[in-house]
Nanobody
C-alpha cells in the first residue's frame, strides 16, 4: 500500500517562494510516476506538475510553467514542489499523488494513491 504525506504548506506573500514536500512509502518514487494537483475553494482539482519514475521527464501546467519545479529525492523517497513568484491565485490545497503508469501523467484518473493535502495561501 502506497502512503503519501504532504507537508510544508503555509502562508506566503505574493512574489514569495515556498517548497512543499511529499514523503512516500518505501520504493514509491522509484516505481511510480509522481504528481502534484491543487484545489482552490469552489473549484475543481487541477493538475499542477508531474515527474516520471526515473526523474528525467517532467510536465507542468501552463499556469505554473517557469515558476514551479517538481523534483524527487530518491534517497529520502520524497517529492518536492518548489514554488516561486507565487500569486494569490495559487492559493489552494495541494495534493501529492502516485501513478502506476510511471510516466508524467496529467489526469486524476491516472493516479491511484493520494495524500491528504497541504494548504498553501498566498496573500496579496
Amino acid at each position: 500500500q502506497v502512503q503519501l504525506v504532504e507537508s510544508g504548506g503555509g502562508l506566503v506573500q505574493a512574489g514569495g517562494s515556498l517548497t512543499i514536500s511529499c514523503a512516500a512509502s518505501r520504493r514509491t518514487c522509484g516505481t511510480y510516476g509522481m504528481g502534484w494537483f491543487r484545489q482552490a475553494p469552489g473549484k475543481e482539482r487541477e493538475f499542477v506538475a508531474s515527474v516520471n519514475w526515473r526523474g528525467d521527464s517532467t510536465v507542468s501546467a501552463d499556469s505554473v510553467t517557469g515558476r514551479f519545479t517538481i523534483s524527487i529525492d530518491y534517497a529520502k523517497n520524497t517529492v518536492y514542489l518548489q514554488m516561486d513568484s507565487l500569486k494569490p491565485e495559487d492559493t489552494a490545497v495541494y495534493y501529492c499523488a502516485a501513478s502506476r503508469l510511471g510516466s508524467t501523467a496529467e489526469y486524476e484518473y491516472d493516479y491511484s494513491y493520494w495524500g491528504q493535502g497541504t494548504q498553501v495561501t498566498v496573500s496579496s
